[in-house]
């Protein structure tokens, strides 16, 4: 069975949906001002594996993400600039010309490091309605008040705020989160806007009248809305980076629950940051790490989704050029690996051995999805007594999960290989006119011919004899070559 760390009981349980066989599953989508970092899409690669491996183990997954093109300001919280008018001004463009281009950039990103679409896309621009219901019935059943113009969430009414972290109501200083500044409008210090009108509204480009006034909504009340809408009261997963936790996810369950009158999601699955030498990636900072710019400097962004599956999610993962070099080393030899398993005429699957197999790698994503230790039982596989079409059968089935390339990038190595070996072959060597420096080559061949035979006695004994005479060789990438002592 597989179990799941649970962010707000902070301890690992085992997974049991609302109903039976069926998963409910929501992702916070991006914010579509810029392109997303790679740390954003590590969470997106830990998501899209918690839905693949949740499908491979028979459950019917409907999955939901949210498109940010309004209401998302610059601090996270109620304050700042909106950043999608920021990404507009910044271009100088529309808000919705620049959702649209960094939301296919966002996709393509995510077609390249093989993260499946969700079932449902919704950009919250396109829920104003839903928005202003809620709202309403909120503010109808005492949760929700009006206050210079804007619609506050009243946290003093719930019996508890804080799910992720162990705070007292004291605790929210203002400034304890980087960019917060007092709003004079709240009753309390953790309250937080479901709608904004003219407290902001001076340069909102995207506008809507409501029952409180023109403007727009909080970033918090979407995900709920989104999430309510196509999957019901009852929410089996929420996902998100470890950075949405607070106030995202908190202000989310508050405002759900309190409209519901109901527990609303049951797990919260937290991805911990990427982090760099000089700490957490973050587009703030001004430069980032995107998929294309990996691409640029020669990167597979699939060897980046390898990366990031040899460390356990709930851990921070620490990017280096130097790592990402490493994970492209570790990938190739894994291919040639594979690759090197040669499947023989007539021979079938090995239907217990298979089985075997397959059970480690279960067990390693009902771990808490130990994708690390998932990616260990593929080189189980290789090691394995099984034959080659077993070997093969095992980690097709693995990658319908860990999503890799696997048999794909091994057969093209193959086929490459192949190649490269019928050129050789058929490349006649042209020895020199010089009688002694065609013995020395022809010496030279002959060594050769003796390792590839692995008779590897007798390419030292040439070796030998070439150096009593003077003759110095020296192995290369591009073959061998000899000077005189």
């Excluded at 909080?218 to 998100?240: R, V």
């Excluded at 202000?251 to 009158?261: F, K, L």
């Excluded at 239907?351 to 067990?363: D, G, I, P, T």
Aim: with cysteine; hydrophobic share 40%; charged share 30%.
């Amino acid at each position: 069975m597989l179990k799941l760390y649970n962010s707000a009981s902070r301890k690992r349980e085992d997974f049991v949906p609302h109903e039976p066989g069926k998963v409910s599953m929501y992702t916070c989508g991006p914010t579509v001002y810029h392109f997303a970092h790679i740390g954003n899409l590590r969470t997106y690669i830990m998501e899209d594996i918690l839905d693949r491996y949740l499908r491979y183990s028979g459950y019917d997954v409907k999955r939901v993400m949210n498109i940010t093109d309004v209401g998302h300001l610059s601090s996270d919280g109620d304050t700042g600039e909106d950043k999608m008018l920021k990404g507009a001004k910044r271009e100088k463009k529309t808000v919705m010309e620049i959702a649209q281009y960094y939301t296919d950039c966002f996709f393509a990103d995510c077609e390249k490091l093989h993260i499946r679409r969700p079932d449902v896309i919704e950009p919250a621009t396109q829920c104003i309605d839903e928005f202003i219901k809620v709202i309403a019935a909120l503010i109808e059943k005492g949760f929700a008040y009006e206050a210079g113009g804007n619609i506050y969430f009243d946290t003093s009414k719930l019996k508890q705020y804080y799910i992720f972290n162990d705070f007292s109501s004291e605790d929210l200083a203002v400034g304890v989160r980087e960019g917060v500044e007092e709003d004079g409008n709240k009753k309390n210090k953790a309250d937080f806007v479901l709608w904004f009108t003219k407290s902001k509204f001076e340069d909102q480009e995207l506008k809507w009248d409501s029952p409180w006034g023109v403007g727009y909504p909080g970033w918090h009340i979407e995900c709920s809305c989104i999430s309510m809408k196509h999957l019901g009261e009852y929410l089996d997963i929420h996902c998100g980076g470890i950075d949405n936790a607070f106030p995202h996810h908190t202000n989310e369950i508050a405002q759900s629950e309190a409209y519901v009158g109901h527990a609303w999601c049951k797990y919260w699955m937290h991805v911990l940051h990427l982090n760099t030498d000089s700490g957490k990636m973050s587009k703030s900072k001004g430069e980032f790490l995107t998929v294309s710019l990996l691409e640029e400097k020669g990167y597979n962004p699939v060897v980046y989704r390898f990366f990031c599956l040899q460390s356990h999610y709930r851990r921070s993962l620490v990017f280096s050029w130097e790592n990402l070099d490493n994970a492209t080393v570790a990938y190739r030899k894994l291919i040639a690996r594979i690759a090197a398993q040669k499947v023989k005429e007539n021979e079938t699957v090995e239907a217990e051995k298979l089985e075997a197999l397959k059970a480690k790698f279960v067990a390693a994503l009902d771990n808490d999805l130990n994708t690390s230790l998932a990616i260990t039982a593929i080189y189980d596989v290789l090691k394995s007594d099984a034959n080659a079409t077993t070997k093969r059968a095992a980690i097709a089935d693995f990658d319908t999960v860990l999503c890799l390339d696997l048999l794909r990038a091994a057969d093209a190595y193959a086929e490459e290989e192949t190649k490269k070996a019928a050129a050789a072959a058929n490349t006649v060597r042209v020895y020199s006119d010089d009688p002694e420096i065609r013995a020395i080559e022809e010496a030279i061949d002959a060594r050769a011919a003796a390792k590839k035979a692995k008779n590897y006695a007798e390419a030292d004994r040439i070796r030998a004899e070439l150096l009593a005479k003077g003759i110095v060789l020296t192995d290369t990438p591009n073959g061998t070559t000899f000077e005189r002592k």
